[in-house]
């Protein structure tokens, strides 16, 4: 069952790839190893600018940890995001695929642009999980990481369906006890996207230039990036003609609805993501 369902941000690899290119990023910086799908794409990438990859996790898989003690340019530090960023320097893009709730993203936005303005750095945030089921639902790993007063009241039963606001007993996408999905979906503070979009208004308030791409494919690709890097026409210019994309947002919507049927049939529930 699980080959059926395409749900790992590696499978965008070459689009991430090609931005970090565009950008010239010799640092990055990744949040949410898990199996290390993704990571070992990027350490090839920096590897072959002579750059560095830092790995933020705190509990991936234990392959992952035997795999970065064999790279020479790939350090992993195992806290949790919030925890771990501030410490960082000179990172020139950011790889997100962690905790997909508002709380934690809206922050980890917010520490990349804090972190760029001081070390001269324009913003480049490239994040996973910005469509359906998360766009406008939190997902919790840890819910008692996230403060009470941000965060969804959540359960780790029920499924999340393409047509529920609630989620639904018996059926849909869900974590089997590995992670929890909030009750509801939609209203402030609430989803990856809404997080996105809060952080990208803020900064556009703030008179920023600030540009965000949404790829509707994947469970969704999301780009932020500063509009007025010397880069930032160029890749402007790649991501156009993904950007919101109806045809690939319908083949999306398509995909999933076939997937959910199918696990409704077979009376099994989707297996948790990997990164």
Same mark, same amino acid.
């Given at each position: 069952m699980s080959d059926l369902y395409i749900h790992s941000m590696s499978e965008m690899s070459e689009t991430i790839l090609r931005c970090l290119t565009i950008a010239g990023a010799r640092e990055i910086a990744e949040i949410g190893a898990d199996l290390g799908g993704m990571s070992s794409k990027l350490a090839d990438q920096v590897a072959g600018v002579g750059g560095r990859l830092t790995s933020i996790d705190p509990e991936p898989a234990d392959a992952f940890v035997r795999w970065v003690a064999r790279c020479r340019n790939v350090r992993h530090i195992p806290k949790p995001s919030l925890e771990a960023m501030p410490g960082l320097a000179d990172i020139? &893009?950011?790889?997100?695929?962690g905790d997909h709730n508002y709380y934690t993203v809206r922050n980890e936005l917010a520490i990349? !642009?804090?972190?760029?303005?001081? $070390?001269g750095k324009p913003l480049l945030a490239i994040l996973h999980d910005v469509s359906w089921p998360c766009a406008r639902r939190d997902m919790y790993y840890a819910p008692k990481?996230?403060? &009470?007063?941000?965060?969804?009241?959540?359960?780790? !039963?029920?499924?999340?369906?393409? $047509? $529920?606001?609630?989620?639904v007993?018996?059926?849909?996408?869900?974590?089997?006890?590995?992670?929890?999905? &909030?009750k509801h979906s939609g209203g402030p503070r609430n989803g990856v996207l809404t997080?996105?979009? !809060?952080?990208? &208004?803020?900064?556009?308030? $703030?008179?920023?230039?600030?540009?965000?791409a949404l790829i509707p494919a994947v469970l969704g690709l999301g780009v932020v990036f500063d509009a007025s890097a010397p880069w930032a026409a160029e890749l402007g210019a790649y991501l156009l003609?993904?950007?919101?994309?109806?045809?690939?947002?319908?083949?999306?919507?398509?995909?999933?609805r076939n997937y959910l049927a199918t696990v409704d049939l077979?009376?099994?529930?989707?297996?948790a993501r990997a990164a």
């Open positions: 020139d &893009a950011w790889v997100i695929d990349a !642009d804090l972190l760029g303005q001081r $070390d990481r996230i403060p &009470a007063e941000w965060r969804q009241p959540y359960s780790y !039963d029920g499924g999340v369906t393409l $047509d $529920d606001v609630e989620l007993p018996g059926t849909g996408f869900h974590g089997r006890g590995y992670f929890a999905f &909030a997080a996105v979009e !809060d952080f990208v &208004a803020d900064l556009r308030t $703030d008179g920023r230039d600030v540009a965000f003609p993904f950007h919101d994309n109806p045809l690939i947002a319908r083949l999306e919507e398509n995909r999933l077979q009376h099994v529930t989707p297996v």
